[in-house]
């Protein structure tokens, strides 16, 4: 089955900085790869997602690449607000399946 | 467009009891997973149900189980609480039919505390 690692766990940046959260994965054939962002409480929501067939997508001031030969994927925030700080997961599918398996979560803190 | 509903929001049981907890997907979505989330465990898939069947189920012990009914609401009940049971339990729909992934749309959880 699919597992997804997550890195780093806890990450702390200036505010108007970048962050960059990495994920990885372990079956070659998922082709779909979702970030989610929760706030406190709340439930997840999805902020991007890329497929397989491109290496890189963007909005605004996120970003997600992907290299499939290494399979691992990154979510980048450029310009980060207060409004960022967050808890953000990665996630990949198990084959076939409405099933996503996610990473353990970074928790973003953006320091004003 | 109304967002996924879950009820109750927050709920305290003892140990032994058990718990139905509800989840109304997005208006149109047949796709509807649960999905435990502890601090420990992070976001742990448990079912997902589509047209009333149950098409993939996660590694949890038999007193999880759940259902959907013909409206595409759906409920999932634990019997026999434990401690460890204690987590946010949080549902998602989706739109996307068979055969692929797509968007999940969270709701807002029930929050289980086992004492």
């Known amino acids: 089955g699919e597992n997804v690692e997550q890195h780093p766990s806890t990450l702390s940046v200036q505010e108007g900085d970048s962050a960059v959260i990495k994920c990885t994965y372990s079956?070659?054939?998922?082709?779909?790869f979702p970030w989610y962002k929760q706030e406190l409480g709340k439930g997840p929501q999805l902020i991007i997602d890329?497929?397989?067939?491109?290496g890189e997508k963007k909005d605004q001031r996120i970003a997600v690449t992907l290299n499939k030969t290494a399979k691992h994927f990154s979510l980048h925030i450029t310009e980060t607000q207060p409004e960022d700080s967050a808890v953000y997961f990665c996630?990949?599918?198990?084959?076939?399946?409405?099933?996503?398996?996610f990473g353990q979560g970074t928790r973003l803190t953006i320091n004003p | 467009k109304a967002g996924v509903t879950q009820t109750p929001r927050y709920l305290i049981k003892t140990r032994g009891q058990q718990v139905t907890l509800s989840c109304s997907p997005i208006s149109g979505h047949r796709s509807v997973s649960w999905y435990q989330q502890t601090p420990g465990q992070g976001l742990q898939f448990l079912f997902e149900?589509?047209?009333?069947?149950?098409?993939n189920k996660g590694n949890f012990p038999g007193r999880f189980s759940g259902r959907q009914f013909s409206n595409s609401r759906s409920e999932m009940n634990v019997s026999t609480l434990e401690l460890g049971d204690s987590a946010l339990y949080l549902c998602?729909?989706?739109?996307?039919?068979?055969?692929?992934?797509?968007?999940?749309?969270f709701g807002e959880g029930s929050r289980l505390t086992v004492l």
């Open positions: 149900y589509f047209s009333e069947t149950q098409r």
């Open positions: 998602a729909s989706s739109s996307v039919t068979s055969g692929s992934t797509g968007e999940l749309f």
């Open positions: 890329i497929r397989s067939n491109v």
């Open positions: 996630a990949a599918p198990l084959q076939g399946a409405q099933k996503l398996v």
């Open positions: 079956d070659s054939a998922s082709n779909y």
